[in-house]
């Protein structure tokens, strides 16, 4: 059974950074896509980016091309979400996925104006 933990999150000011991890148990990300997705309170969840099983290959929605960074760290099964230039709209839970199936229970990210 594949488990995620997500940590990072937390209260930033506009403008400001976070980095979330996600750490895997019971399988090796290197065979996943991983992603991580957010969902805002009365919104549903949206994708925020992925990265392929290689690390090569990085997706992100125009909302946070140029801002957000995936990674993913196979030493340590564990990948990543860098959050730069941060904006209240980016106020949500931030859940991690793994091979489409498997998904952390979140971690809230709050940033004020």
């Known amino acids: 059974q594949v488990q995620l933990v997500e940590s990072g999150g937390g209260f930033v000011r506009a403008g400001g950074s976070l980095r979330l991890s996600c750490v895997a148990s019971g399988a090796s990300l290197s065979n996943f896509v991983v992603a991580w997705f957010r969902q805002a309170p009365g919104k549903e969840r949206e994708f925020v980016a992925a990265v392929s099983t290689n690390g090569r290959r990085t997706y992100y929605p125009d909302s946070v091309k140029g801002r957000f960074t995936v990674s993913s760290d196979n030493a340590k099964n564990t990948f990543y979400l860098q959050m730069n230039n941060l904006k209240p709209e980016d106020t949500a839970v931030y859940y991690c996925?793994?091979?489409?199936?498997?998904w952390g229970q979140g971690t809230q990210v709050t940033v004020s104006s």
């Open positions: 996925k793994a091979n489409g199936a498997y």
